[in-house]
């Protein structure tokens, strides 16, 4: 079964550097996410992301994060000066039309 | 998009009995899908019901949906220990997922 591959698969960092999460979504889904969860909250949306552009984003996406499709696979977020509570699991996910969505088993994220 | 709010919060069992969780919601809907999460692991889809749908099933698990009182349950029969687990539901009317704090299910050998 197809899946959506996510790497890598815990990333410990320092405060204040970048980090670049990367995700394999099927390939022939159109519509990829990111979602985060911190250690013991709820799942929450972050961005989603067609033909090329940001179709949506939450309050929690500012400027410090970004998303590419750099080539007709991999799909990244980038957080470009992490801070503490930038700690979470992070998620991608896509999906090709209005069915079910995939989802990644996510990339823990550690900032210390 | 909205959240679904699952009840109840937790749930214990023992293995071999049902678990039944549900899910309410504010707003009108395509659709609704459950998804379990194992701790500290990713989302995994168990299944979608379309508006139009009033029961479905896959496997062990039977969902309910009721748009008229805007909700909908998750039964899961003949439970087993790895169905441990957290399980959310995500109403859906717009193109993202949005989730609520979950049902978190032990299953007790």
């Known amino acids: 079964e197809p899946e959506v591959t996510q790497t890598p698969s815990h990333q410990v960092t320092q405060m204040g550097q970048e980090v670049i999460l990367r995700c394999v979504p099927i390939?022939?889904?159109?519509?990829f996410y990111w979602y985060r969860q911190i250690l013991g909250q709820k799942v929450e949306f972050l961005v989603s992301?067609?033909?090329?552009?940001?179709?949506?984003k939450s309050e929690i996406f500012d400027d410090q994060f970004s998303v590419e499709r750099p080539d007709g696979s991999n799909f990244t977020l980038k957080i470009r000066s992490t801070k503490l509570e930038d700690s979470a699991m992070y998620f991608c996910?896509?999906?090709?039309?209005?069915?079910?969505?995939?989802f990644g088993s996510g990339t823990r994220l550690t900032v210390v | 998009s909205q959240q679904g709010e699952e009840d109840p919060q937790a749930l214990s069992i023992q293995e071999g009995e049902n678990a039944t969780m549900n899910c309410s919601y504010k707003t009108s809907i395509n659709n609704l899908q459950w998804y379990r999460q194992n701790s500290g692991r990713g989302l995994v889809h168990l299944i979608l019901i379309r508006s139009n749908e009033r029961e479905k099933h896959s496997g062990r698990l039977r969902v309910t949906l009721d748009t008229s009182k805007k909700s909908s349950s998750l039964l899961i029969t003949a439970s087993r220990a790895a169905d441990t687990a957290s399980y959310f539901c995500a109403p859906t009317n717009d193109y993202k997922l949005s989730f609520g704090a979950g049902t978190t299910v032990t299953v007790r050998a």
């Open positions: 996910a896509s999906r090709r039309d209005r069915r079910d969505y995939t």
């Open positions: 390939s022939n889904h159109l519509y």
């Open positions: 992301f067609y033909n090329n552009e940001i179709s949506e």
